[in-house]
């Protein structure tokens, strides 16, 4: 049996950062408190695990603010200039684990603001991410996720804008809602700051279902991004399985095929995908 993990499976390149930042400090801390603001990832079994080495999950600002000492790591989603403020306040330690390219929006929105630019941020406004580039921003910004939403914003002609966008927006929907700005009389700057690592991975996910026999996609069971992987391989291969851990994994699936694909979901560690790998191999 031929089995192929896409290389793109699993962690981007940002939470992989983040995770291992809070593993690492967890090894330094020697019983220091420890804390993420936020699960570090949306995977139960990461924040189980974390917990038991005695990291702790600050779950908002109160819970935030009822902390005296220690230290607590900032996710790569990245939180707004206030919760920065917040934490130096308090005096705690922090270490920040904010993707660069998260961190890279924070300081356009921050410049573009001060210079009188008003910001417009295209993406799902009660989002952890946007709600923390929405925090960089001097003055008044603006949250858009469908085109309703662009026909709706209205400023004063010539008013200068700077458009950005929540780096897992999908490109086409933002160029959409670009172009309806663009048709009004504002002097608008447009950066695009979507990351590539989502399209990248289900790019690949969608060339290697289209080789093999069977396509195991494993992701939790509320990511979104999991269940978008599994409809895009699903148009490629008909025997296209969706899977959490090995436990789901069915013998008949596999049983008379020759070669099968592996990819994950952005929140799905590497230990799972390696099981799976080891198991289909092994075992069919
Ligand atoms: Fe991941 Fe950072 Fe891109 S967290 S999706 S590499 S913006």
Same mark, same amino acid.
């Given at each position: 049996?031929?089995?192929?993990?896409?290389?793109?499976?699993?962690?981007?390149?940002?939470?992989?950062?983040? &995770?291992?930042?809070?593993? @690492?400090?967890?090894?330094?801390?020697? #019983?220091?408190?420890?804390?993420?603001?936020?699960?570090?990832?949306? *995977?139960?079994?990461?924040?189980?695990?974390?917990? =038991?080495?005695? &990291?702790?999950?600050?779950?908002?600002?109160? =819970?935030?603010?009822?902390?005296? =000492?220690?230290?607590?790591?900032?996710? +790569?989603?990245?939180?707004?200039?206030?919760?920065?403020?917040?934490?130096?306040?308090? %005096?705690?330690?922090?270490?920040?684990?904010?993707?660069?390219?998260?961190?890279?929006?924070?300081?356009?929105?921050?410049?573009? !603001?001060?210079? %009188?630019?008003?910001?417009?941020?295209?993406?799902?406004?009660?989002?952890?991410?946007?709600?923390?580039?929405?925090?960089?921003? +001097? %003055?008044?910004?603006?949250?858009? @996720?469908?085109?309703?939403?662009?026909? /709706?914003?209205?400023?004063?002609? #010539?008013?200068?804008?700077?458009? &950005? !966008?929540?780096?897992?927006? *999908?490109?086409?929907?933002?160029?959409?809602? &670009?172009?309806?700005?663009?048709?009004?009389?504002?002097?608008?700057?447009?950066?695009?700051?979507?990351?590539?690592?989502?399209? =990248?991975?289900?790019?690949?996910?969608?060339?290697?279902?289209?080789?093999?026999?069977?396509?195991?996609?494993?992701?939790?069971?509320?990511? +979104?991004?999991?269940?978008?992987?599994?409809?895009?391989?699903?148009?490629?291969?008909?025997?296209?399985?969706?899977?959490?851990?090995?436990?789901?994994?069915?013998? @008949?699936?596999?049983?008379? /095929?020759?070669?099968? %694909?592996?990819?994950?979901?952005? +929140?799905?560690?590497?230990?799972?995908?390696?099981?799976?790998?080891?198991?289909? /191999?092994?075992?069919?």
């Amino acid at each position: 049996m031929k089995v192929v993990v896409a290389k793109t499976a699993g962690f981007c390149f940002g939470v992989k950062r983040a &995770v291992d930042t809070v593993y @690492e400090q967890a090894g330094q801390a020697g #019983g220091a408190p420890l804390y993420t603001y936020g699960p570090i990832i949306h *995977n139960e079994e990461v924040v189980r695990d974390l917990e =038991e080495k005695g &990291v702790r999950v600050l779950n908002s600002e109160e =819970e935030l603010e009822q902390v005296t =000492e220690g230290t607590v790591v900032i996710r +790569s989603h990245g939180v707004s200039r206030r919760i920065c403020e917040k934490l130096e306040a308090q %005096g705690l330690r922090v270490v920040d684990a904010t993707c660069p390219f998260v961190k890279k929006i924070h300081n356009i929105v921050r410049e573009e !603001s001060e210079k %009188g630019r008003t910001i417009v941020i295209v993406g799902d406004g009660s989002h952890p991410e946007v709600e923390g580039i929405r925090g960089w921003c +001097s %003055g008044k910004a603006y949250v858009i @996720e469908s085109p309703e939403e662009a026909e /709706r914003l209205k400023f004063p002609e #010539g008013t200068r804008l700077c458009i &950005v !966008s929540q780096t897992t927006f *999908n490109y086409n929907k933002f160029q959409v809602l &670009v172009e309806i700005i663009l048709k009004k009389s504002y002097d608008s700057i447009v950066v695009n700051t979507i990351c590539s690592a989502t399209h =990248e991975r289900q790019a690949e996910a969608r060339k290697l279902a289209s080789k093999i026999d069977v396509m195991l996609v494993i992701g939790g069971k509320h990511s +979104s991004n999991t269940q978008k992987l599994y409809e895009i391989c699903r148009k490629e291969c008909n025997n296209t399985y969706y899977i959490q851990t090995i436990r789901d994994l069915q013998k @008949e699936w596999l049983e008379g /095929r020759r070669s099968v %694909g592996i990819t994950a979901g952005a +929140s799905t560690p590497n230990h799972i995908i390696e099981e799976v790998q080891r198991n289909v /191999r092994i075992k069919f």
